[in-house]
């Protein structure tokens, strides 16, 4: 009788992404792209939000690479929840900026033309 070899059973190995990090006191801890102050929500904004496609993000971000911009979108989906709620919380945080900032001189300047009509006169000259 004659004995058989053992079979090794391929080992799957882990591998993790060098391009997504997280650091303590750069971009609040956020989840950013190695070597960039570009957090995985701006990404995901981008994307999801406006549209844009990865090629696109990348145009827009010309420091950064395809392969990032595509990581950085698989981290968003991986911790969909998470990221999404650190938008909301940035969205929430202006609105609250924008309730306790006094309007800025443009702003009253503008509002004043508009409330007096439109100025279709030609200026002189």
Do not use: F, W
Not at 19 to 46: F, L, M, N, S, Y
Not at 94 to 119: C, M
């Amino acid at each position: 009788m004659k004995l058989m070899e053992p079979t090794t059973i391929p080992r799957t190995e882990t591998l993790e992404t060098t391009h997504i990090v997280r650091t303590p006191g750069v971009c609040g801890g956020k989840p950013r792209i190695e070597g960039h102050r570009i957090k995985v929500e701006h990404i995901a904004v981008c994307h999801e939000r406006m549209g844009m496609s990865p090629d696109e993000i990348m145009n827009s971000h010309p420091t950064i690479t395809l392969a990032q911009v595509h990581a950085a979108l698989a981290y968003y989906y991986d911790h969909k929840q998470e990221i999404d709620a650190d938008i909301e919380e940035g969205k929430r945080l202006v609105e609250e900026l924008k309730a306790k900032t006094p309007p800025s001189k443009l702003q009253d300047l503008l509002k004043s033309r508009k409330a007096n009509g439109p100025d279709d006169s030609l200026p002189p000259g």
